[in-house]
T-cell receptor
Framework: QQQVKQSPQSLIVQKGGISIINCAYE??????FPWYQQFPGKGPALLIA?????SEKKEGRFTISFNKSAKQFSLHIMDSQPGDSATYFC????????????FGTGTRLTVIP | KAGVTQTPRYLIKTRGQQVTLSCSPI?????VSWYQQTPGQGLQFLFE???????NKGNFPGRFSGRQFSNSRSEMNVSTLELGDSALYLC????????????FGAGSRLTVL
């Protein structure tokens, strides 16, 4: 059973456009929601993370929006660049610091020049 | 500062054999966890070690085991390999049991024939 549902599976965006990836979860015990970026041949790298006491967090062109009541969170990539082409994973964990992250199935983003 | 190092990067085994994968965490990191990544199941948590003790375990059969040494290096072992064990095995480390930022290695790609 997938604890974190992610969509879309793949996404093609024009350079300069906005990329939006959505995730949903059921377990209200989750209290840490990171996003990871993975390039081919590399391991996932932490991009940005949020806790449920905050509705939005922005770091550069990357923004997480969090809706606690709907149990949904999303990643927005503004001014998308070809270098952003990668697979993005949302994740959630039950307690701060716990290593047992539950990952979404991933979104393959392609940014067309 | 060196990242998480995993060896070997690629290996091919046949059904019924066993395999041992190695992980050297970032210097100073005492927590090591392992994940299995497959196209069908995505990233799934295997287990976590902290100070040579298994702190957490995912939902995998007993054929999957691991250990951590006093220098924080970790190994995972899969016995009696099955075709379905073909995957990218990722190791990740963090500085302590309560830290949040998980740093992944590039993974060991196992192919079972």
């Amino acid at each position: 059973q997938q604890q974190v549902k992610q969509s879309p599976q793949s996404l093609i965006v024009q350079k300069g456009g906005i990329s939006i990836i959505n995730c949903a979860y059921e377990n209200t015990a989750f209290d840490y929601f990171p996003w990871y970026q993975q390039f081919p041949g590399k391991g996932p790298a932490l991009l940005i993370a949020i806790r449920p006491d905050v509705s939005e967090k922005k770091e550069g062109r990357f923004t997480i929006s969090f809706n606690k009541s709907a149990k949904q969170f999303s990643l927005h990539i503004m001014d998308s660049q070809p270098g952003d082409s990668a697979t993005y994973f949302c994740a959630a964990s039950k307690e701060t610091g716990a290593n047992n992250l539950f990952f979404g199935t991933g979104t393959r983003l392609t940014v067309i020049p | 500062k060196a990242g998480v190092t995993q060896t070997p990067r690629y290996l091919i085994k046949t059904r019924g054999q066993q395999v041992t994968l190695s992980c050297s965490p970032i210097s100073g990191h005492r927590s090591v966890s392992w994940y299995q990544q497959t196209p069908g199941q995505g990233l799934q948590f295997l287990f976590e070690y902290f100070s040579e003790t298994q702190r957490n375990k995912g939902n995998f059969p007993g054929r999957f085991s691991g250990r951590q040494f006093s220098n924080s290096r970790s190994e995972m072992n899969v016995s009696t390999l099955e075709l379905g064990d073909s995957a990218l095995y990722l190791c990740a480390s963090k500085s302590g049991a309560g830290a949040n930022v998980l740093t992944f290695g590039a993974g060991s790609r196992l192919t079972v024939l």
